[in-house]
């Protein structure tokens, strides 16, 4: 794993770069865009500071900033070192996502983030309201470092995306019936629009072709779906203390993902309406804690007897095949492009 200094082994990659230069220029230019979100975000108020600290604590694999690194890196094998503006870009991706999660938190009533309290359990939905504003107001004023209008509209339509995709989900909670393609549609807005933008925009600042800009889109958007329906995978599946944040909170707050999609569309018609007994049961407002906890145990058992999972898992795996070969058929042989083959295995395998 590489390491930013003073962070002790937080992990900044899916997985260790084989290549000791390429892990060398990843730790630069890693530690390079930690001290950019630090600096942009310091304020002379102590209280904001002390709020900008905690948050930090959330900032987990950093994929976004990685993915534009690793796609400057891999697209411009020969030009040495990131430019300035591939580790502004870095930092500015990594506000926009860390708004995001400020927000979503605050949308999901959680209260745990990367083993520790979330904003909004820490000092209140306000607070946690306007550092999200805060953090996203900061990345357009950093953005604006670069001197780009075209990089600056690309952040600002996957923003705007991002939100868009926020907004379905949010009229969609609660909706038992929901069908894949909404579900998609949901997770490509919210996620893996970001994800695409990262590597098309460090494509764009490399040089490249339009051709290779797009396909580096597609690397990064294909990646972002099969991370995102790995996550919904775990919050089914999973536990508090592997994942370091809190599970079931999908179900609790009315989002059907894939798994469970899958797995009302195979079963009987019976166990269908059992299925959408618990399910409504679990999501009525005002429902304790144990009605919860009892409805997802044996929700958990559904889906241990089908082929739910493995179907959400197949399904991950196939957009991983889509964003290698999108990298392998415009990308020279190097090792950024090594990294990024990689990187995109081991979205399947993470447990956290």
């Avoid at 995102?228 to 079931?248: A, F, H, N, R």
């Avoid at 609790?252 to 894939?258: A, P």
Wanted: net charge negative; charged share 20%; glycine share 6%.
């Amino acid at each position: 794993m590489v390491a930013v200094p003073g962070r002790g082994d937080t992990p900044l990659l899916l997985i260790a770069p084989r290549n000791r230069t390429i892990r060398d220029r990843l730790a630069a230019d890693l530690a390079e865009v930690e001290s950019r979100f630090a600096a942009e975000l310091r304020s002379d108020l102590p209280c904001v500071n002390r709020l900008v600290t905690h948050i930090e604590s959330y900032r987990g694999k950093m994929l976004r900033p990685t993915l534009v690194l690793v796609s400057a890196m891999g697209s411009n094998p020969q030009g040495g070192a990131n430019k300035d503006a591939h580790r502004i870009i870095a930092a500015v991706v990594e506000m926009v996502h860390m708004a995001t999660l400020a927000h979503d938190d605050i949308l999901d009533d959680a209260e745990i983030r990367r083993g520790g309290t979330t904003i909004n359990s820490l000092v209140g939905n306000e607070s946690a309201v306007m550092l999200g504003d805060y953090l996203i107001s900061h990345a357009y004023h950093l953005c604006s470092d670069i001197g780009r209008t075209d990089i600056c509209r690309m952040i600002a339509e996957s923003t705007n995306v991002t939100c868009e995709g926020e907004l379905l989900q949010l009229a969609n909670r609660g909706n038992w019936f929901l069908d894949e393609q909404t579900y998609f549609e949901i997770i490509r807005r919210k996620t893996a629009c970001l994800c695409g933008m990262c590597c098309k925009i460090a494509a764009v600042l490399s040089g490249t072709t339009p051709a290779t800009a797009a396909a580096l889109y597609r690397y990064g958007q294909k990646l972002g779906t099969a991370f995102q329906i790995v996550d919904d995978v775990l919050d089914l599946t999973s536990d508090e203390q592997t994942t370091g944040k809190t599970v079931g909170r999908d179900l609790q707050k009315g989002k059907l993902t894939l798994p469970l999609i899958h797995c009302l569309s195979t079963v009987c018609p019976d166990d269908r309406t059992r299925l959408h007994d618990l399910l409504q049961a679990q999501g009525e407002p005002g429902a304790s804690a144990s009605t919860h906890t009892a409805a997802v145990d044996q929700i958990r058992r559904y889906l241990a007897d089908s082929e739910s999972v493995a179907y959400a898992q197949r399904s991950a795996g196939q957009l991983i095949a889509d964003a290698k070969q999108a990298v392998m058929g415009h990308l020279a042989p190097s090792a950024a492009r090594s990294l990024m083959l990689d990187m995109a295995d081991a979205v399947l395998t993470r447990d956290c």
